[in-house]
């Protein structure tokens, strides 16, 4: 038992052995050094969301073109048949081709041959040519309805559209949130780094001097529970650190074990105009509030065709035909004879009481989306005030905490220098050093918050990453 159980360990240690040696020869993996820029280049290239997004707008593309073609009904068709019984073999082979017009007219053209022996009878055989002209009036007649599914499939296209361009702003956004939390989180880690460092001097050279009668056992034991708490603020930073880059390589598209090499970008300088242009820029650059106005155009058009429905359904036919007939395909093929035709067929429900209750219903939508739209209107005035607002303040305390640090530091260091020539206390050096943690991240806190803010700005404006022109509002402003 005891063989077996050395056996165990000694294979236990060479499995051990084996892992570390291959752990030690896997290449490291090579950092990837970023600008902003290249970041939000990346994201905008690889990031799986967008791309998804991407393949939505692809499909709203091809639904917008099959419902054209669907639309205009061309359709180019072979009819035939074949059959045999007891009483003869009777076969058709033919051609027919139609298409439906702008006011909804439909042209259907037809040819074809057929031929019937029967037992008893002399074979027969017959040619026809026939063109036939349908025209719906009043509910059906017209573009209105004739376009009616590729104008909703257009509709839906665009809606896609808009909605994918604010996603990919809203994505550079998030990707210049991650960059500076990033360079935020390493800037921390190495501010941590050196209030560690410099504790630990301040905690030897306490505990030297208690030793020798000159410092108390209090002072020591506030150092070392300060060095503590930094030391554990760094562990933790580290792993916050490293998902923070799982999370920002996901969001490029990347392995989520890349490495980066960041640099912090510098300000975003932006010219601000009053409260009422900016509102303005935001009206006409975003695509969100121009779909908002989109769509009271389509309930308007949605309204016309419910109205559609209290029209009476006619429609007139005409037809035309050519055949000929005989024992000989000769005969079948002089079409001397010719039959027309000319007709109206209507289908109307005398009781209108659903159609003008469909009415009234689109009526109420048009007006609910007219109040869509001025909530967003007005979402939008709060959302660029804020922003606006948030990007003035982030600039003021970014420069009063800068201030702040260069105080902290100025008393640090004189706390330091007046604790090392013995002329001052553990305690005033610990609170000094304290405040200058304090300090150091209430700067890089108000650094990171006023470069994102400005492009939090440019985002709530539309104008971060600028949609096309055919997504956005013909008048800004102004609700139809």
């Known amino acids: 038992m005891r063989k077996l159980v050395m056996a165990g360990w000694w294979l236990a240690l060479v499995m051990a052995s084996v892992r570390v040696a291959a752990a030690a020869e896997e290449p490291a993996v090579e950092p990837l050094s970023l600008l902003l820029e290249d970041a939000i280049e990346l994201a905008l290239e690889h990031n799986l969301e967008l791309a998804r997004g991407a393949l939505e707008v692809q499909g709203a593309e091809l639904a917008r073109r099959q419902a054209v073609e669907a639309a205009r009904g061309l359709r180019v068709s072979p009819e035939g048949s074949a059959g045999t019984g007891s009483d003869g073999r009777d076969w058709r082979a033919g051609l027919r081709a139609e298409a439906v017009g702008p006011a909804g007219t439909r042209l259907a053209v037809t040819g074809g041959m057929r031929e019937i022996d029967l037992k008893h009878a002399d074979e027969a055989r017959r040619g026809e040519a026939r063109v036939e002209v349908t025209q719906p009036l009043f509910r059906q007649f017209g573009a209105l309805v004739r376009d009616e599914p590729a104008v909703a499939?257009?509709?839906?296209?665009?809606?896609a559209r808009r909605a994918w361009e604010r996603d990919r702003s809203r994505l550079v956004l998030q990707v210049v949130e991650?960059?500076?939390?990033?360079?935020?989180?390493?800037?921390?880690?190495?501010?941590?780094?050196?209030?560690?460092?410099?504790?630990?001097?301040?905690?030897?050279?306490?505990?030297?001097?208690?030793?020798?009668?000159?410092?108390?056992?209090?002072?020591?034991?506030?150092?070392?529970?300060?060095?503590?708490?930094?030391?554990?603020?760094?562990?933790?930073?580290?792993?916050?650190?490293?998902?923070?880059?799982?999370?920002?390589?996901?969001?490029?598209?990347?392995?989520?074990d890349s490495v980066f090499l960041l640099r912090a970008p510098p300000l975003l300088e932006l010219e601000l105009t009053g409260p009422e242009q900016a509102l303005a820029v935001a009206l006409a650059e975003r695509p969100d509030y121009a779909q908002a106005l989109y769509d009271i155009q389509t309930g308007n058009r949605q309204a016309r065709l419910a109205r559609r429905g209290l029209l009476p359904d006619l429609s007139v036919?005409?037809?035309?035909?050519?055949?000929?007939?005989?024992?000989?395909?000769?005969?079948?093929?002089?079409l001397d004879q010719d039959e027309w035709f000319v007709g109206v067929a209507a289908d109307m429900n005398l009781n209108q009481r659903e159609a003008r209750?469909?009415?009234?219903?689109?009526?109420?939508?048009?007006?609910?989306?007219?109040?869509?739209?001025?909530?967003?209107?007005?979402?939008?005035?709060?959302?660029?005030?804020?922003?606006?607002?948030?990007?003035?303040?982030?600039?003021?305390?970014?420069?009063?905490?800068?201030?702040?640090?260069?105080?902290?530091?100025?008393?640090?260091?004189?706390?330091?220098?007046?604790?090392?020539?013995?002329?001052?206390?553990?305690?005033?050096?610990?609170?000094?050093?304290?405040?200058?943690?304090?300090?150091?991240?209430a700067e890089l806190a108000a650094q990171q918050e006023a470069s994102v803010s400005a492009y939090r700005l440019l985002h709530v404006l539309g104008t971060l990453i600028p949609a096309p022109r055919e997504l956005l509002a013909e008048q800004s402003g102004a609700v139809p």
Do not use: C, K
Not at 153 to 159: K, Q
Not at 208 to 217: C, S
Not at 406 to 411: D, P
């Open 153 to 159: 499939a257009s509709e839906t296209l665009m809606a």
């Open 178 to 256: 991650m960059y500076e939390g990033l360079v935020f989180r390493r800037r921390q880690i190495e501010r941590d780094e050196a209030l560690a460092a410099r504790l630990e001097g301040l905690a030897a050279l306490a505990d030297a001097r208690e030793q020798q009668g000159r410092a108390a056992r209090t002072e020591v034991l506030r150092l070392d529970l300060q060095r503590g708490e930094a030391e554990a603020r760094l562990e933790a930073n580290r792993s916050r650190l490293e998902i923070a880059l799982q999370e920002f390589a996901n969001a490029l598209g990347l392995p989520l």
């Open 317 to 334: 036919t005409a037809r035309h035909s050519l055949h000929g007939e005989g024992g000989a395909w000769s005969d079948a093929g002089r």
């Open 357 to 441: 209750l469909a009415v009234a219903r689109s009526e109420v939508e048009v007006e609910s989306r007219r109040q869509v739209a001025e909530i967003v209107r007005r979402r939008l005035a709060l959302e660029v005030n804020g922003a606006r607002a948030a990007y003035l303040r982030a600039r003021a305390e970014l420069e009063l905490a800068r201030r702040n640090r260069e105080l902290a530091v100025n008393r640090a260091e004189l706390a330091r220098a007046l604790f090392e020539a013995e002329r001052g206390l553990a305690d005033a050096v610990s609170d000094a050093e304290a405040d200058l943690s304090s300090a150091d991240l």
